[in-house]
């Protein structure tokens, strides 16, 4: 009985300190509410996939219909698949949201390095979930995105072509292909569930961070019911956008060719992903050769996640760009940069657009490398020299 209490009291205390009393600078505005978006659009991924994964039968021969089964003869078949459909994107949407937030503010900077490195890894567990789910409906954009996606690891010097065909499950994206990444597809989200609590212990460890990036300037309130309140608030209207594009505009964010059963035979005329996946598919063609296309897009992952690690990246007093009218500039120059990748991705792969995508992925790169690390040893000597 004593240790059921205890139990019961060390629970209600972990709540309460992480949930309710939690300390939270008073200044923070709606863009520290992304956070709490992204976790719920995790929630509705995890609810409406296993309602999903009850009807869907994982074989080449069913599987397209299998989906339009769910649409037209399930019980709100229609409103599960296409909430579920749209919910990976607002997902995707609220995490760049999020990473951006924290690109501005300073957030990935110490005491906060491993946050941020733990929320990169969210990032990259999300993009294989998405890619995996994107297959299982067998269609056309299907079947092709996971030849030419699969077919990328076959650039790996000595091992690529093994792997490639560990992926299939045989020679070709075929049936294997197809249940080997249903059942991935359904039991990586749990260990995304896992990483994202990973994340939330080690941000409540240094605590949030504030727009101003100086912690010891700003006083703190309890996280209830002050910010609670401002989150609900910022739930509220992006639900209304979710709901209206579910229930009113459900393909908006899909491609067309999806709606044609997979065909190995037709291949079509422009292969091309999800658009959360865009801009790295870009600088992947933005590359010649195809090993170094498949090193250049991960770099861009990986550089998101050593960025705090990175050489200069601490060296300045304030971490908020708010103080830092350059870091601004061309912070939102590689803000647009991103845009304009996105949009060089589903493009076909000719002139101009290749051209363009080269010099945006210059620019990604660049701003990591050269730009952001220059502007740091620029703030800090600008500091010291006001100080001195």
């Not at 996606?149 to 197809?178: E, H, K, R």
């Not at 065909?263 to 590359?287: C, D, G, K, S």
């Not at 770099?299 to 601490?314: E, G, K, V």
Request: hydrophobic content about 55%; proline content about 7%; overall charge positive.
């Amino acid at each position: 009985m004593i240790n059921k209490r205890l139990a019961k009291n060390i629970i209600f205390s972990d709540v309460n300190n992480h949930a309710v009393d939690y300390p939270t600078p008073i200044n923070v505005n709606y863009f520290w509410g992304f956070g709490a978006l992204a976790l719920l659009f995790l929630g509705v991924q995890v609810v409406t996939g296993i309602f999903l994964a009850m009807h869907y039968t994982s074989d080449t021969t069913m599987a397209f219909f299998s989906v339009e089964r769910i649409m037209r003869d399930i019980s709100n078949g229609w409103l599960i698949r296409y909430a579920h459909a749209n919910g990976a994107s607002f997902f995707f949407l609220m995490v760049y949201v999020h990473i951006f937030r924290g690109l501005y503010y300073g957030s990935y900077l110490s005491p906060r390095k491993y946050l941020w490195f733990s929320g990169i890894l969210i990032f990259f567990l999300m993009m294989a979930i998405a890619f995996l789910g994107y297959v299982l409906p067998w269609g056309q954009m299907s079947f092709w995105g996971a030849t030419v996606i699969t077919n990328l690891f076959s650039a790996i010097p000595v091992v690529g072509d093994d792997i490639v065909q560990w992926l299939w499950g045989g020679f070709a994206v075929a049936n294997p292909t197809l249940q080997r990444f249903f059942a991935l597809h359904f039991l990586l989200p749990f260990v995304l569930i896992g990483a994202v609590g990973l994340h939330v212990v080690l941000l409540h460890t240094p605590g949030s961070n504030n727009p101003l990036g100086i912690p010891s300037a700003v006083n703190s309130i309890p996280f209830y019911p002050y910010i609670v309140i401002k989150d609900i608030f910022l739930v509220i209207c992006i639900l209304f956008v979710f709901i209206y594009i579910v229930c009113f505009d459900p393909n908006k964010l899909g491609h067309p060719d999806n709606y044609i059963p997979g065909n190995p035979l037709v291949t079509p005329l422009h292969i091309v992903p999800e658009w959360y996946f865009l801009p790295f598919y870009a600088i992947l063609r933005a590359i010649p050769n195809k090993l170094l296309g498949v090193v250049a897009m991960g770099a861009s992952i990986l550089i998101l996640a050593i960025l705090p690690f990175l050489p200069f990246s601490n060296i300045s007093q304030s971490k908020s760009y708010i103080f830092k009218p350059l870091n601004r500039i061309f912070y939102w120059i590689f803000v647009f940069v991103f845009i304009g990748l996105l949009k060089i991705g589903e493009k076909s792969p000719e002139a101009p657009y290749v051209l363009v995508g080269q010099l945006l992925t210059v620019y990604y790169f660049s701003y990591f490398l050269i730009i952001l690390p220059t502007l740091n040893i620029l703030h800090a000597s600008l500091f010291n020299y006001k100080k001195n």
